[in-house]
């Protein structure tokens, strides 16, 4: 069951569209700012602090569930009539780009390529590698609603928009906060064309997967459906395989089990980028082929708080599917 408890804000510590990042008493938490409007030091707030009494992976942060200073309640402008979060106390009308007067879907999406990613992490390297393959194509980033939900929670997107690596961002599901809304996965890959102008798209969860250890108890077992739901409209999916040496998890080690179990559950067939110079693993009935992926050094990205440094592996083959992508749109 959820936990909650009141304090005061007693500091501002950054600031972007969607996200203020607090001080409730000292500690620390986030409030998201198209839910609930903004807070200011001095407010007396209610928080949520059950992932931080679990322990869970959110850096130690408390969520502001509500601004109790405001008396009159808090409104903003909504965008449309299609509901996120919905039957929830936190429900908003974000509306989507499905019901947009003039929204023209394509009968196909014609080969765009898709790259699916096991973890968010991995949308860095396959943006860059993209990127240099490609500097003048839009690359759009799906998010679905596997992980967190509220785009405006991932430095990564921010960072990556800010240096101009991806170009647009679409949230599907109940994920929320993109450039772009859409109802679910295979739409919003229709929202990033006909909406985003996308040349290519990387879809991936946001920050926060769930994984339990169990055969098929993970988030990134939905790289099985973005690549059927790719196949289903006419796009070329590939898959980032999620690859580590120096995870102390030996289901992680190498080629994950998250990357074998969804290869063989997704009834499509994908390309399995691979850096040259790399064995091809076994991919079933898919395409596995080797590219060579440009120079990643220069990322600052951490996945399980490990940098390209600490395991360049898990960089360079989410870079592969990158640099394949590009090369799709030679």
């Given at each position: 069951m959820p936990s909650y408890r009141t304090g005061t804000v007693?500091?501002?510590?950054?600031?972007?569209p969607g996200l203020q990042r607090v001080e409730v008493d000292g500690h620390l938490a986030y409030a998201l700012t198209q839910l609930i409007g903004p807070v200011a030091a001095g407010d007396r707030v209610v928080v949520n602090t059950t992932a931080?009494?679990?322990g869970l992976g959110t850096g130690g942060w408390h969520v502001v569930h509500?601004?109790?200073?405001r008396d009159d309640g808090w409104t903003a402008p909504g965008g449309g009539h299609v509901m996120k979060l919905r039957y929830t106390s936190l429900q908003a009308d974000t509306g989507v780009s499905e019901e947009r007067d003039g929204y023209d879907p394509p009968d196909s999406l014609d080969g765009l390529p898709v790259v699916a990613c096991f973890l968010h992490s991995q949308v860095a390297a396959v943006a860059t590698a993209f990127k240099a393959g490609q500097p003048a194509k839009r690359l759009a980033y799906v998010m679905t609603d596997g992980g967190a939900l509220p785009l405006a929670l991932s430095d990564l997107v921010y960072d990556l928009r800010t240096a101009?690596?991806?170009?647009t961002t679409v949230t599907a599901g109940h994920a929320f906060g993109g450039d772009h809304e859409a109802v679910n996965l295979t739409s919003a890959l229709d929202v990033a064309v006909a909406a985003g102008g996308a040349d290519a798209v990387v879809v991936a969860t946001g920050p926060g997967v769930v994984g339990t250890g169990t055969p098929r108890g993970f988030s990134g077992?939905?790289?099985a459906a973005i690549v059927d739901a790719a196949v289903a409209r006419g796009a070329r999916p590939a898959v980032a395989l999620r690859y580590s040496d120096a995870d102390p998890r030996p289901r992680h080690r190498g080629v994950s089990h998250h990357a074998t179990t969804a290869l063989a559950q997704?009834?499509?067939t994908a390309t399995v980028a691979v850096p040259e110079g790399e064995p091809l693993p076994d991919v079933g009935h898919h395409r596995a082929v080797t590219v060579a992926v440009p120079d990643l050094s220069g990322l600052r990205v951490t996945t399980m708080g490990r940098g390209p440094e600490d395991d360049p592996r898990f960089h360079s083959y989410?870079?592969?599917?990158?640099?394949?992508?590009?090369s799709a749109l030679a």
């Open positions: 007693t500091r501002i510590i950054s600031e972007r931080v009494e679990l509500w601004n109790l200073e101009g690596v991806l170009d077992l939905e790289v997704a009834h499509g989410s870079g592969a599917a990158g640099a394949w992508a590009a």
